[in-house]
């Protein structure tokens, strides 16, 4: 099939690679993977497009470029990745059905509905910017020829619509199971280059240390700073890797140096070198403070690490608790540190749940296989 494909979030050019991102980048090349061809269309935000008048002309201009380039390859299926009231799919609606092709989205965000979104914005707000992302996004849902989520608390919010409903699906995403995956070599280079030895337990946090998103990503970080303060404590050889980087990284240093016990922040990592950090740890830690979904968790998991996360939000659709890693309540500090001594304490356990993270991610979340899974759902959507 000839799929054009749009992001109403972010681009996947951005220079800050998100799980959104990596998920996009991903979506394109299990498709290609799978024998279709996939042309990318001329980035736009839905967001800075709702962000004042001026962008009017922002909006006209984006519909040309996008219906010049998708005319030129005709395409079967118009796929937009990633679109919610803040950042609603403009062009999809307008464009895909004139062009002769099926409309899809993947990953489409439930926000709740109306009346929620009043509580959130407050009134005023509401009626001056959350009303008008509201009301295209569900224009957008609408105009759907298939709507597929990629996590159950959407599917869940927006299985209550009862138009939507027979157009819905949930699939989570996928990861490259060639390029996330136990290395023992690799893994001894990356700590012989870190100065770590064999014994010391070696624990990962990796995230974008930014203010964003209520803080929920700074106060994840804390968290896992303040558990690791508490295993140092009892006296174990452990060591927490901090991986990412952002505005917030000064004030978790400082949180850290008042700890007493050294953190090592490693900075940011290039998405294609995270394979190295996964294969030197031993145990991946990230809380997810209200992490949508978190592809960290699917990669961690297939490089071999058990997880240690909180129960909330998108976490327990891609995390095995008791199987490949451990979910605790949010925010439960004894809890959490209990599942982080038991796999400290228990190299057995620690590493029969890194085996099982590993085929739980080659059996549900390979790239191959979430590629054929998407490609049943676009082939059904264009036979309609």
């Avoid at 209520?214 to 060591?239: N, P």
Wanted: proline letters at 5%; charged letters at 25%; hydrophobic letters at 40%.
């Amino acid at each position: 099939m000839k799929i054009a494909f749009y992001t109403p979030w972010v681009p996947l050019s951005h220079p800050k690679v998100s799980g959104d991102v990596v998920i996009g980048r991903n979506l394109v090349t299990a498709l290609e993977r799978q024998g279709h061809t996939v042309q990318l269309l001329p980035d736009f935000s839905g967001q800075k497009a709702l962000s004042g008048p001026l962008e009017a002309p922002g909006i006209v201009a984006a519909l040309r470029s996008a219906r010049r380039v998708a005319a030129q390859l005709k395409p079967d299926i118009w796929l937009s990745c990633y679109c919610d009231s803040e950042a609603p799919d403009i062009l999809g609606p307008t464009l895909a059905h004139g062009l002769g092709a099926r409309y899809v989205i993947y990953g489409a965000v439930y926000r709740g509905g109306y009346q929620r979104l009043r509580r959130r914005k407050g009134r005023i707000a509401h009626l001056w910017s959350g009303l008008p992302g509201f009301a295209l996004n569900l224009r957008a849902l609408r105009a759907a020829d298939r709507v597929i989520v990629n996590k159950r608390g959407d599917l869940e919010g927006y299985s209550r619509v009862s138009w939507l409903r027979p157009k819905l699906s949930m699939l989570t995403p996928g990861i490259s199971t060639e390029e996330f995956r136990p290395d023992p070599e690799l893994r001894a280079l990356t700590r012989t280059r870190l100065g770590l030895d064999d014994r010391t337990v070696v624990l990962l946090a990796a995230s974008r240390l930014t203010y964003r998103g209520g803080g929920r990503k700074l106060e994840s970080v804390r968290f896992a700073i303040d558990c690791f303060s508490d295993l140092c404590r009892d006296g174990q050889d452990v060591t927490l890797l901090v991986a990412g980087d952002g505005k917030a990284r000064p004030e978790l240093e400082a949180h850290a140096r008042e700890t007493g016990f050294r953190v090592r922040f490693v900075g940011a990592v290039a998405h294609i070198d995270m394979s190295a950090i996964y294969n030197a740890a031993d145990i991946f830690m990230f809380p997810g403070l209200r992490e949508p979904i978190g592809m960290v968790y699917l990669e961690a998991q297939a490089c071999g690490l058990p997880v240690v996360a909180f129960r909330n939000k998108g976490i327990p659709d891609v995390v095995r608790d008791g199987e490949t890693g451990f979910l605790v309540p949010a925010l439960d500090r004894e809890l959490f540190g209990e599942r982080l001594r038991s796999l400290t304490t228990d190299t057995e356990l620690r590493k029969s749940l890194g085996h099982m993270a590993v085929s739980f991610i080659r059996e549900n979340h390979d790239l191959d296989r979430w590629g054929q899974a998407l490609s049943r759902e676009l082939l059904a959507s264009a036979s309609l």
